[in-house]
């Protein structure tokens, strides 16, 4: 009997109801945010993400209705807008499409689910950079009060969180100091700290029409290839008065997802974007991979590196499959 090992973990494997029992980490409805996209007029697919669509506002309330009854605690919103000029003006505008949709979801939802609202330009302005461009490059302190305008025109129509995505510099603290000084100060800023310049983004863009027209961000979003200044960012974040920090992409960053979960003592939110999405939709159509389990191994991954919160298009199917 010496030659047999002391500790036998397998005991503990030998069925799912004591693998449940002694299970570490479990995704739940509570740790999800469903992304949604809403269009000024129309309801439409979008190619490159099976499943996902562009929601026309009576549509998306139809949408927020089902995930209130799946259990889904928070969407975070993408507007596509009618119109776009040079610095984004249509984003802040009031009758636009974001804060249209924001009074109606409150309206009719109340309390029943957190509204979450991306700050950025790049959907808004014709050469689809996310600021205000000088000499060919984004200016980026007079990207700053755009932002802020953005941000308050989302809090007046019903925001509950504001979710900076633009990566300019200095744009917590502005956004913070123009909430707090015009009566938002109970309002939650979810800064996008950690968001690399990624590959994983291309679905997105064209669900968004938010391509640049011209170059690439890795002027102002970040090198994937560097962790240190990603801490940075965070700690910089955290200083200027967010309330949650976001690692994205989430996948290929789990590393700076557990980084940041050691080092701060904020809640940390991890995109699982929109290229993430699509390459296990394609495999699933190929039928390479079960949807079901991986995505089940994706969130629980994210959420072992240590996200408290994880945003993901994967949200309504995984919250119909646990309530089966």
Request: aromatic share 8%.
């Amino acid at each position: 009997m010496s030659s047999y090992p002391v500790s036998r973990p397998r005991r503990l494997r030998a069925s799912e109801n004591i693998r449940r029992l002694v299970r570490e980490t479990q995704v739940t409805q509570d740790d999800l945010i469903q992304p949604l996209f809403v269009h000024a007029h129309e309801t439409s697919p979008i190619p490159s993400m099976p499943g996902v669509f562009r929601f026309s506002v009576d549509n998306l309330l139809k949408e927020v209705e089902e995930l209130i009854r799946l259990g889904v605690p928070g969407i975070i919103l993408f507007g596509i807008p009618d119109t776009k000029d040079e610095i984004g003006s249509e984003a802040w505008n009031v009758d636009g499409i974001v804060p249209t949709a924001l009074r109606r979801l409150k309206t009719t939802f109340s309390d029943q689910i957190l509204l979450v609202a991306d700050v950025c330009l790049c959907e808004y302005t014709s050469h689809g950079h996310c600021g205000a461009l000088r000499d060919g490059c984004v200016d980026n302190d007079a990207t700053l009060p755009l932002l802020t305008r953005i941000s308050l025109a989302y809090a007046e129509a019903g925001a509950d969180i504001i979710a900076p995505s633009d990566m300019m510099d200095g744009r917590i603290g502005a956004i913070r100091k123009a909430l707090d000084t015009n009566g938002f100060s109970s309002r939650i800023l979810m800064s996008y700290a950690i968001k690399h310049a990624s590959a994983f983004y291309g679905p997105f863009r064209e669900a968004a029409d938010s391509a640049p027209q011209f170059g690439d961000r890795k002027s102002y979003q970040m090198d994937s290839s560097n962790s240190r200044e990603a801490m940075k960012e965070a700690e910089l974040d955290l200083q200027e008065g967010a309330d949650i920090l976001m690692v994205k992409p989430a996948l290929p960053n789990l590393d700076l997802i557990y980084q940041a979960r050691q080092s701060c003592h904020l809640p940390i939110a991890a995109y699982n974007v929109s290229g993430e999405y699509s390459m296990i939709k394609a495999a699933v159509a190929n039928g390479w991979l079960d949807e079901e389990k991986t995505v089940t191994e994706t969130l629980i991954a994210i959420k072992r590196a240590g996200a408290d919160i994880i945003l993901t298009y994967h949200a309504k199917d995984y919250l119909t499959w646990m309530n089966r």
